[in-house]
């Protein structure tokens, strides 16, 4: 008798395991969606022509196209790069079917920017945006762990400082025409990046120089800007949610961006379990962590991560469109003034613009608290 009750108890709680399964993915089946697809598409530049590990990086590709408008001459990183305009355009094609497109602004556009060119800093001393963390951590790279264990410890300490009141305080509607400003400017670089007029610079070597076809990268930024815009997509976010309210929806999503680029990686052979001879990357690990925290810590105050504004930035939001050009000016100075790491490390500017950084961003977010009582 007892042998059957615990069978038919062992049976229960299977079954309980199953329907518990069965109702986790239902719940959460378009992120995980999303991300799978956004997790095959970046393995499948990289096979179609783009770097190795660097499928989709918004803050390298960015930066690329900060060196083909010249705005820093290092040679081996101009490129304007079809995927960003994709994000842009996508978002906005996308916002305005499902009437979500609305301009407005006006919440602190100058600390906006600050934040912005420092996670582009971060980003650019550890050779990557968090998208990218997770795609080369996908590849084998296991420099990308620091990088993860960083820019979490930014992220958790930005969310203290939500909890305690941070607030850039709020935005306001604007006439369409601003919010349609950054998708125009991304048409107009379309149009140089097809023209290649003699003031627009394209690299012969390097990782800007290795690019999927054209058509093909626009198509696919298109497409991960239809995504992202309808998933609300960012790891910064995710993380942050994760902590501050319990909510794992958009973890979810990287979380499946991992495993199938893990998979696509494997089945095309560029999977490397290693700390050395990655591509694009340095093995060092204190200043992988540091940049990523700083970059972390900036996004959450920002209230997303470089591929989260860039996406809201096509939604007509023009506090995420002065970020974005804080994210390109970031990038230049980053090559102008030698603070980009490089495969063999980062130097001393780098590292001191890394450290600036964390100061400044600590200041905005102690300087911006306001009482519970005044945001109620």
């Known amino acids: ?43 499948l530049l990289v096979k179609l022509g783009n770097p190795d590990n660097m499928g989709i990086c918004v803050a390298c590709f960015i930066r690329d196209i900060a060196g083909a408008l010249g705005l820093h ?46 996670v582009m800093i971060g980003a650019l001393v550890f050779l990557g945006c968090p998208l990218r963390l997770i795609l080369r951590l996908a590849s084998g790279d296991l420099n990308a762990i620091l990088g993860l264990v960083g820019f979490t410890a930014g992220i958790l300490i930005g969310t203290h400082f939500l909890r305690k009141g941070f607030t850039l305080g709020r935005n306001y509607s604007q006439s369409k025409a601003n919010g349609f400003i950054l998708p125009i400017i991304s048409i107009g670089l379309l149009m140089f990046l097809v023209a290649k007029p003699a003031f627009i ?25 239809v995504l992202a815009q309808q998933s609300r997509m960012c790891l910064a976010g995710g993380i942050r949610d994760v902590f501050l309210i319990k909510d794992p929806h958009l973890l979810i999503g990287f979380t499946s961006i991992f495993v199938i680029a893990l998979v696509a990686n494997s089945f095309w052979g560029f999977f490397n379990f290693s700390f050395i001879d990655q591509p694009i990357a340095h093995t060092d690990a204190l200043w992988n962590f540091l940049g990523m925290s700083l970059t972390g810590f900036a996004s959450i105050l920002l209230g997303g991560c470089p591929l989260r504004q860039t996406i809201v930035a096509g939604e007509g939001d ?20 030698s603070l980009a790491a490089t495969p063999s490390g980062v130097g001393f500017n780098g590292k001191f613009a890394v450290i600036l950084g964390i100061i400044v961003v600590l200041g905005i977010a102690t300087t911006n608290i306001k009482s519970m009582k005044k945001l109620k």
């Open 1 to 43: 008798m007892c042998v059957v009750k615990t069978s038919q108890n062992r049976l229960h709680v299977a079954k309980l395991i199953i329907d518990l399964k069965g109702e986790f993915i239902l719940k959460h089946k378009s992120i995980i969606i999303t991300g799978g697809i956004i997790g095959l598409l970046s393995v």
């Open 73 to 118: 001459r290092v040679g081996v990183v101009q490129y304007i790069r079809p995927e960003i305009i994709g994000f842009i355009i996508g978002a906005m094609i996308i916002s305005l079917i499902n009437k979500e497109f609305r301009a407005r602004g006006g919440s602190s556009p100058f600390i906006r920017f600050i934040l912005g060119f420092f």
């Open 201 to 225: 610079f394209f690299s012969e070597t390097g990782p800007a120089a290795a690019h999927a076809p054209m058509l093909i990268a626009l198509g696919v930024g298109l497409v991960v800007g």
């Open 318 to 337: 023009t506090d995420a469109a002065i970020t974005f050009m804080g994210l390109v000016t970031g990038a230049a100075f980053a090559h102008n003034f």
